[in-house]
């Protein structure tokens, strides 16, 4: 009777023991650090002092333009003296706005420029005045590039493109990206990778 009470006993003490739940391992896809997901994300922002540069080269060959023929108008043409005041005037005023603009629209431009990457797809919300979301799902995506510009290698950026299926923004770039996130981001939405992990 005493052994059979032990053999009943050890088999309860083990039983319990094994009460304890067992939480199976979940299977998880690594994370990467520079592909954020599910959150909106902003561009880099060196994309700042990028676009400031760009503006202001093209400042500077409208201003050049506009004094060059500012100059062949005083030659060429005789003009009265208010005339020639109020268009070199005029000419000033357009080359300093372009020079105004170059330097304050990079920073508006960037606070108002996301984007987001989550399982569906990508997400680009962007515009100043006009205010435009773009979404493409995976299953559109046919293939994914990424450019870069001379001004953009001098800052480390790049712009990812995104070819779709369909004649409707059939070519997406997302430019202002660290160039590092560009090509992780190519990677983890390139059609390829995704038939892969299935």
Not at 184 to 197: G, M, V
């Amino acid at each position: 009777m005493r052994f059979v009470s032990k053999q009943l006993s050890r088999a309860y003490n083990a039983a319990q023991a094994n009460e304890s739940p067992v939480i199976p391992p979940q299977k998880t896809a690594p994370v990467d650090p520079n592909v954020p997901t599910g959150r909106w994300t902003p561009l880099d922002s060196r994309v700042i002092t990028a676009d400031r540069v760009v503006g202001w080269i093209v400042a500077g060959v409208v201003s050049s333009v506009l004094f060059v023929g500012v100059g062949a108008l005083h030659l060429w043409v005789l003009l009265s003296t208010w005339a020639s005041i109020g268009i070199t005037f005029a000419a000033i005023v357009i080359a300093l706005g372009f020079m105004v603009l170059a330097r304050a629209w990079p920073p508006v431009e960037y606070r108002r420029t996301f984007y987001r990457v989550d399982e569906l797809g990508v997400e680009i919300c962007r515009g100043v005045v006009f205010r435009r979301r773009i979404a493409v799902p995976r299953s559109r995506l046919q293939h994914t590039d990424i450019s870069e510009g001379p001004i953009e290698r001098r800052y480390g950026l790049a712009t990812l493109v995104l070819h779709t299926a369909g004649s409707v923004n059939s070519s997406i770039s997302l430019r202002g990206l660290d160039r590092g996130t560009a090509l992780h981001l190519r990677e983890a939405l390139s059609p390829e990778t995704e038939h892969d992990a299935v």
